[in-house]
């Protein structure tokens, strides 16, 4: 079993856990959110995930820490799990567990999370539109879509819904008119 997975399987239960406290207290969008903005946090500060993942800081300062940043911008229930992970020496599986969790929401709610990889920024009509076709191919009532700016796709987009893939885009084209094309060549008659 590869170490990603190996953690994924460790972090679940925390996230499992994060969502039936989270759905008990009847605070799950305001869990959500406060766990995005911790990812983001995450994603921006190196230095406090490699604070985070240090073996030789001890767990009070990290508690310290998580006390200070967080206290007055996530719910309380958010800084326990926090100090929860720290104290079990799980803080460093933080952005997987946050993973999973958002998963696990998303599945409770039904919403169903497409990831658009785009060359372009989509305007609100474009977002719209996809959302409403995603909508009628997934039988789904509600839509998430998290786009990523890709500009080696040229012209076109990728939509990406669990494990299915929609490639419109020009690279996909000419790489698959390229393999075609290779394929092709190597045909002797």
């Given at each position: 079993?590869?170490?990603?997975?190996?953690?994924s399987k460790v972090a679940i239960p925390y996230a499992e856990a994060l969502v039936e406290s989270a759905n008990n207290a009847s605070v799950l969008n305001e869990?959500?959110?406060?766990?995005?903005?911790?990812?983001?946090?995450?994603?921006?500060?190196?230095?406090?995930?490699?604070?985070?993942?240090?073996?030789?800081?001890?767990?009070?300062?990290?508690?310290?820490?998580?006390?200070?940043?967080?206290?007055?911008?996530?719910?309380?229930?958010?800084?326990?799990?926090?100090?929860?992970?720290?104290?079990?020496?799980?803080?460093?599986?933080?952005?997987?567990?946050?993973?999973?969790?958002?998963?696990?929401?998303?599945?409770?709610?039904?919403?169903?999370?497409?990831e658009i990889l785009t060359p372009i920024i989509l305007t609100d009509i474009q977002q719209n539109a996809l959302i409403s076709k995603i909508k009628d191919i997934?039988?789904?009532?509600?839509?998430?879509?998290?786009?990523?700016?890709?500009?080696?796709?040229?012209?076109?987009?990728?939509?990406?819904?669990?494990?299915?893939?929609?490639?419109?885009?020009?690279?996909?084209?000419?790489?698959?008119?390229?393999?075609?094309?290779?394929?092709?060549?190597?045909?002797?008659?």
């Amino acid at each position: 079993m590869s170490s990603q997975g190996f953690m994924s399987k460790v972090a679940i239960p925390y996230a499992e856990a994060l969502v039936e406290s989270a759905n008990n207290a009847s605070v799950l969008n305001e869990v959500n959110q406060d766990l995005s903005l911790i990812s983001e946090i995450l994603k921006e500060s190196k230095e406090l995930k490699t604070f985070f993942y240090n073996p030789l800081v001890t767990t009070e300062v990290k508690k310290n820490v998580v006390n200070k940043l967080f206290a007055n911008q996530v719910h309380s229930l958010v800084i326990r799990f926090l100090l929860v992970l720290i104290d079990r020496r799980r803080i460093t599986l933080l952005d997987i567990i946050i993973s999973k969790y958002l998963e696990l929401v998303y599945q409770l709610q039904s919403i169903v999370v497409a990831e658009i990889l785009t060359p372009i920024i989509l305007t609100d009509i474009q977002q719209n539109a996809l959302i409403s076709k995603i909508k009628d191919i997934t039988n789904s009532t509600t839509v998430k879509l998290v786009i990523t700016i890709e500009p080696i796709l040229i012209a076109g987009f990728i939509v990406k819904i669990g494990s299915k893939t929609i490639d419109t885009s020009l690279y996909g084209r000419l790489k698959h008119i390229g393999a075609y094309l290779n394929s092709a060549s190597n045909i002797s008659i």
